[in-house]
């Protein structure tokens, strides 16, 4: 059955029939088109609106799909509200937690009243989080390319570089191995900028004696990989190597409860009550979240995801403490289940390198 097939069918369980998506990746996985615009589909009509720029590239991409010209006189809602009524539906699946409150009204007046749309309630991210083989495949060979690239740039780090210089250089490496781009906006943070999770690379020059965390990832075939390690710059003190060292222990003991049947949050417990026990209030992101066309994709390593691990998920399972003033540390793996457990990509070092 193919995705487009199967994604009717859970269209069909909730008592829809017809759906608009917008988001670009969900557009991806059920057509292959990688373009702009949106995606209507129903029990009779499949169809692609996009402009002129587009239109060659969809007819190569999604073959099977009708191509509907936008800007061409009338609005894209009164094109979806053509589409509608060609399908016979009574209501239409739209995307709440992408399309804006403007797109909705405009929508709803083409189409006769708010009656006329329902929520389509991921129903794409949910087929997305359960990934089948050629995905797998490429999340692989993007994971490869990440792992090559942070051991090819180890040797080049060293004290007088700025972050931006180390980013610009992993990126380069991951470009120069086959992938399509940077999975994410790559983080290169040292010293005291540790202690910010999602830190901007900047002109911050690299000092002896500190933590460097690189957040990292490549892509391939859209689907994206995702890393983080820490190393030190030159001899680390003792404050930081515990810090590294706790993070460290918590991941390992995380990672052999990611199998099958494992529910999210049980497996993020596991981690997190080890560091707040050292480190109180220093872990405060999610133990880890799925990947795939997009970074942050279902199931949620965190609190309140009771979600069961099941083969084909694809999750990162990523520690951290974070001490502001001191620094930060984390490191991340990616999990890909397996009827057996998982399979982990990531294959670069994890004991404490000091460059």
Do not use: W
């Not at 995801?305 to 083969?311: K, S």
């Not at 003033?325 to 990616?334: A, P, T």
């Amino acid at each position: 059955m193919s995705r487009l097939e199967r994604f009717l069918d859970a269209l069909r369980a909730r008592g829809l029939f017809a759906a608009l998506i917008h988001r670009r990746e969900n557009i991806r996985y059920l057509t292959g088109y990688t373009g702009e615009g949106c995606l209507f589909v129903s029990e009779n009509v499949r169809a692609i609106l996009t402009d002129f720029r587009y239109v060659e590239q969809a007819g190569l991409q999604a073959p099977g799909f009708e191509c509907v010209r936008t800007r061409m006189g009338k609005s894209v809602e009164a094109l979806v509200a053509e589409l509608f009524r060609r399908s016979d539906a009574d209501k239409l699946a739209v995307e709440t937690n992408v399309l804006s409150y403007d797109d909705h009204q405009a929508l709803s007046r083409e189409l006769g009243g708010d009656d006329r749309l329902a929520p389509l309630a991921r129903i794409p991210e949910e087929l997305r989080a359960v990934k089948d083989e050629n995905e797998v495949a490429s999340i692989l060979k993007a994971a490869s390319i990440a792992c090559r690239a942070f051991s090819n740039i180890l040797g080049r780090i060293r004290v007088g570089m700025t972050e931006m210089d180390v980013k610009i250089a992993l990126n380069y490496e991951m470009l120069a191995l086959g992938s399509e781009g940077e999975a994410f906006d790559t983080i290169a943070c040292a010293g005291e900028n540790g202690s910010l999770p999602h830190a901007v690379a900047g002109r911050r020059v690299l000092k002896s004696g500190e933590l460097l965390t690189l957040d990292f990832g490549a892509t391939v075939d859209g689907y994206r990989s995702d890393m983080t390690r820490t190393v030190g710059i030159g001899h680390i003190g003792k404050d930081l190597r515990a810090l590294y060292e706790a993070v460290l222990e918590a991941q390992l003991l995380a990672l052999p409860a990611v199998k099958p049947g494992a529910v999210c949050e049980d497996v993020d417990r596991i981690a997190r009550d080890f560091l707040e026990a050292r480190y109180p209030g220093a872990f405060g992101h999610a133990l880890g979240h799925g990947v795939g066309l997009f970074i942050h994709e279902q199931p949620r390593l965190g609190a309140g995801d009771r979600t069961a691990l099941r083969p084909g998920h694809v999750v990162t399972v990523e520690p951290g403490a974070y001490i502001p003033g001191l620094g930060g540390c984390r490191i991340e793996d990616m999990a890909i289940l397996t009827p057996d457990g998982f399979i982990n990509p990531i294959d670069a070092p994890k004991q404490l390198i000091e460059l």
